[in-house]
């Protein structure tokens, strides 16, 4: 089965500054989808970022990428120049190839101090 | 584009009432997705539909709980009767298709509480 791990509950850095997001994951498969999805405190589940595992260049959107260490099980969220819209929670997310469930972290509490 | 449509936003009702949440899945999205997010067991798959049928009902809780898309726009999450500790808010989301891996769109969720 496979696991995802967010080891970090909560994180508050000040506005501005650059914050990485920690996660890693337990799978045998090969094939696989990772994503991270933001839950500000409107509770909307909001896709911010999602890597292909046989994709070697990380993505990026904007202001937010990844590292993706495919060899250490480990894909982390970094937020450049924060902004207080993205205070919220973070949640990293995990499905293999055919396999339509997705397999959450516990989350992580993000702050942006003004 | 609409995105994923659930009604109501907010519900509250007393134990042993039937709850009906309801979800329209983005128009072309083939497949749907029903989770509950409690502080105490995070986010949870309940159930999950093909092209309209039940594929992985593993999650749903128990007898309670029931699930229905009569069609490719329309989903209900039923619980009858409720209890307190079915409080919870619950997401539904969608996915273009079955036959390769999508990002799953999810609603604005329906925070339901129990008295």
């Known amino acids: 089965a496979q696991t995802v791990t967010q080891s970090q509950p909560e994180m508050s850095v000040q506005e501005a500054e650059t914050v990485t997001l920690s996660c890693t994951y337990d799978t045998s498969e090969n094939n696989y989808y990772l994503f991270w999805y933001k839950q500000p405190p409107s509770r909307q589940m909001i896709l911010v970022i999602r890597q292909e595992a046989y994709k070697q260049q990380n993505a990026t959107e904007n202001r937010f990428s990844v590292n993706f260490q495919k060899a250490a099980k480990s894909f982390s969220l970094k937020i450049s120049d924060s902004q207080l819209g993205d205070t919220a929670m973070y949640f990293c997310a995990f499905n293999s190839h055919g396999n339509e469930k997705l397999t959450f972290g516990t989350g992580t509490r993000l702050t942006i101090i003004p | 584009d609409a995105g994923v449509i659930q009604s109501p936003r907010h519900e509250v009702t007393e134990m042993g009432q039937e709850v009906t949440l309801r979800c329209k899945p983005i128009?072309?999205?083939?497949?749907l997705f029903w989770y509950r997010q409690t502080m105490m067991r995070g986010l949870e798959l309940l159930i999950y539909?093909?092209?309209?049928?039940?594929?992985?009902d593993s999650g749903m809780p128990e007898d309670r709980f029931s699930a229905k898309m009569p069609n490719a726009s329309f989903s209900t999450l039923k619980i009858q009767p409720s209890e307190p500790r079915d409080s919870a808010v619950y997401f539904c989301?969608?996915?273009?298709?079955?036959?390769?891996?999508?990002?799953?769109?999810f609603g604005p969720g329906t925070r339901l509480l129990v008295l």
């Open positions: 989301a969608s996915t273009p298709t079955a036959s390769q891996v999508e990002t799953q769109y």
């Open positions: 539909f093909n092209n309209n049928v039940p594929i992985d």
């Open positions: 128009s072309g999205h083939n497949s």
